[in-house]
């Protein structure tokens, strides 16, 4: 090969630039550190326990009221008495007629400052003579019953010969407050009620338990478990993808 021919092979090379080849840097995803893992299980603890504690929660309440959700007229009290039904959480319809005393109320308040309203408790007579508590927060049911209570006194004293027409309320049947039991055996004694002489039932038709309520509380405990449910696999998804 001549010394010509080299150069123009040179030459050839030189006309080229020759550059180092691209390389694509990698990015390092920087691994979530054992205390962000720590602080991600703990609330994925929480969120699984809460998503159960809510479910069971719903489960208890739908069953408890379901019947009287998704049922017709709850049943009349006189037919539960009857029946061995008249016991506590069972839902029942009270026509009320005769109104003894309204013997004590009890106030609501958030965190002991701010009413939030008040109960009125009434003792009223049934259809086979039986007492029972009644609890109302109505304002409009409870200006019924105190008309009732006078006219069921005028009736009681002589003044008028029947009794007045009553109003119908649906309740649930819960324990009466111990504070307030206090109260309505203090009355039951005061009148000289003895239940040696008529059924005195130591229970209390809640009023202020209503349908609209009911279902509030049920679909209310739903969202709350969906929530948690959802809660815990967006926290599953986070701590998996740290790993």
Partial sequence: MNEETKNDEKNLFEDFD???????????????????????????AFAGIGSVLFFVLFLFFFAVNARFVFGGEPQDVMQAIENGEFVKDEHVTVNVNAVLENYAFTKHRINGIIPIGTDQH????????????????????????????????????????????????????????????????????????????????????????????????ILLLFALSVACVFSALQLYKKMKQSK
């Fill in 122 to 217: 009434y003792m009223i007579r049934l259809e086979n003579n039986a007492i029972v508590s009644l609890k109302v927060k109505n304002k409009r049911i409870i200006h019924k019953l105190d008309d009732i209570q006078e006219k069921t006194w005028d009736c009681m004293n002589g003044y008028s010969k029947t009794l007045p027409t009553g109003v119908k309320i649906q309740g649930r049947i819960s324990t009466i407050h111990p504070e307030v039991e206090g109260y309505y055996s203090t009355v039951l004694s005061f009148l000289g009620l003895s239940d040696s002489d008529i059924p005195i039932y130591y229970v209390e038709i809640d009023t202020t338990e209503t349908k609209g309520k009911a279902i509030v509380e």
């Fill in 18 to 44: 020759v550059q180092e080849p691209y390389v694509i840097k990698e990015t390092k995803v920087s691994p979530v550190d054992k205390q962000q893992r720590k602080e991600i299980g703990l609330k994925l």
